[in-house]
């Protein structure tokens, strides 16, 4: 049983390798990030879900300068993502290759530290150097919760003459709260109903 256990590990591992290494230099990154998103054995075992405040945060866009960021991918444009850190969550978005104007349209819903800022970090997909760092923001604690109020758009900076973040920080929307969705549409009918 013991070995039967090894080799299928084994056959996996050598699979996955192949798949990895197989895959396109652009996509590579994407690929290990989904793999790492299945195969996240720490959290099934051991995070539960948060029962606190939440907040829900969008990152729409960025805009980088083209002279300051020319160097990260020699043959064409950056292939750019982000990573958003707030409280001990972290969240990142896909990667929108070979571009200076990434649309993310990324949207996550995350617990809500009141007393800590967020971090976002603008990178570059790079399967050898495991990703270069473009541009950081900071929004303070206080900021984050007049994003939260007001509901608009804010613009953050990456660095001087390297580019801008656009965001949104807002609440969770309340019907969500219910604890049925059929409650939000009485016309559609339970699934075992048809």
């Known amino acids: 049983m013991i070995f039967l256990l090894k080799s299928t590990m084994k056959a996996f591992t050598i699979i996955l390798l192949i798949a990895l290494l197989s895959a396109a230099p652009q996509h590579l990154h994407a690929s290990i990030l989904r793999f790492k998103s299945i195969v996240n054995i720490k959290a099934i075992l051991f995070q539960r879900p948060d029962t606190g405040p939440q907040v829900v945060v969008e990152i729409i866009g960025a805009d980088l300068n083209h002279r300051a960021n020319r ?3 020699h043959w064409s444009r950056p292939d750019v993502y982000t990573t958003l850190h707030h409280g001990s969550a972290e969240r990142e978005t896909q990667v929108e290759g070979n571009t200076n104007e990434p649309r993310f349209l990324f949207k996550t819903k995350m617990p809500y530290s009141k007393s800590m800022g967020m971090r976002f970090v603008v990178k570059e997909a790079d399967a050898l ?17 007049e994003l939260m109020d007001s509901g608009e758009s804010a613009l953050l900076s990456l660095g001087e003459n390297i580019g801008i973040l656009k965001i949104r920080v807002t609440k969770p929307p309340a019907e969500l709260s219910h604890t049925s969705l059929l409650s939000l549409n009485p016309k559609v009918k339970k699934l075992d109903a048809l």
């Open 71 to 73: 160097f990260f991918d």
């Open 129 to 145: 150097t495991g990703g270069a760092v473009i541009g950081r923001a900071y929004i303070e604690n206080d900021r984050v919760k």
